[in-house]
């Protein structure tokens, strides 16, 4: 069956410093990749996808993941982070032929200034 | 806001009485979804629409569980009989058609505690 982990579930970043959210997979073919943000209050915001092609993506605000098959993971990074982007975040695995997302259980981003 | 839109957006009663909460979708989305967060837990699937087909259910949806999508557009999900264990937030998404490529596209959800 197809899993989502995310190792970490809190995060807590100084403002400027970079960013690393780790996501590793359990699938049997290429999955469709995403990350999702979500902040208080607010419905999951998609910030970038993977599909096929160039394993590294770019995303909205300034992040980016890469897809490593051979470690089957998809970390989102972010070389500088702003106060506004503390927030909940989520990596999903779409099954390729099903329509099922599976969901990451979240890692909690805190910045400080 | 991404054009899905939920309501309400906050939800207590009482356990034992129904519930029920709408999902409009973006209009042109053929496809929706609902799914449930629970606190400390990403959304689990719950069930989906293929316009006003639903063709698929999470054995998480248990028989107090139902949802429509009538005309193909607008969705409810309510539920029977609340129980404390269904306090969550139920998030409903919708997308194009087109498998696990296509984005999907969450609204705001709504917030359901059982007292």
């Known amino acids: 069956a197809q899993s989502v982990t995310q190792p970490d579930i809190h995060i807590t970043v100084s403002e400027g410093a970079s960013l690393e959210l780790r996501c590793n997979y359990s699938?049997?073919?290429?999955?469709?990749l995403f990350w999702y943000v979500q902040s208080p209050g607010q419905g999951l915001q998609l910030l970038l996808k993977y599909f096929s092609g160039d394993t590294l993506v770019q995303g909205i605000k300034g992040f980016e993941a890469e897809f490593k098959r051979s470690q089957s993971s998809f970390n989102l990074r972010k070389p500088s982070v702003h106060w506004s982007d503390a927030a909940e975040y989520f990596c999903a695995v779409g099954e390729g032929t099903g329509n099922q997302f599976y969901f990451g259980t979240g890692t909690s981003l805190t910045v400080i200034p | 806001d991404t054009g899905v839109s939920q309501d309400p957006r906050h939800k207590i009663t009482k356990r034992g009485q129904n519930v029920t909460f709408r999902c409009d979708p973006i209009?042109?989305?053929?496809?929706l979804y609902w799914y449930r967060q629970t606190l400390g837990q990403g959304p689990e699937f719950l069930t989906y629409?293929?316009?006003?087909?639903?063709?698929?259910k999470s054995r998480l949806l248990s028989d107090r569980f139902s949802a429509e999508r009538p005309k193909g557009s607008f969705s409810t999900l309510e539920i029977q009989r609340t129980e404390q264990g269904d306090s969550a937030m139920y998030l409903c998404?919708?997308?194009?058609?087109?498998?696990?490529?296509?984005?999907?596209?969450f609204g705001p959800g709504t917030r359901l505690t059982v007292t």
């Open positions: 699938y049997g073919a290429t999955p469709y």
């Open positions: 998404a919708s997308s194009l058609s087109g498998g696990a490529k296509r984005e999907q596209y």
């Open positions: 629409f293929q316009n006003e087909a639903q063709l698929e």
């Open positions: 209009s042109e989305h053929n496809r």
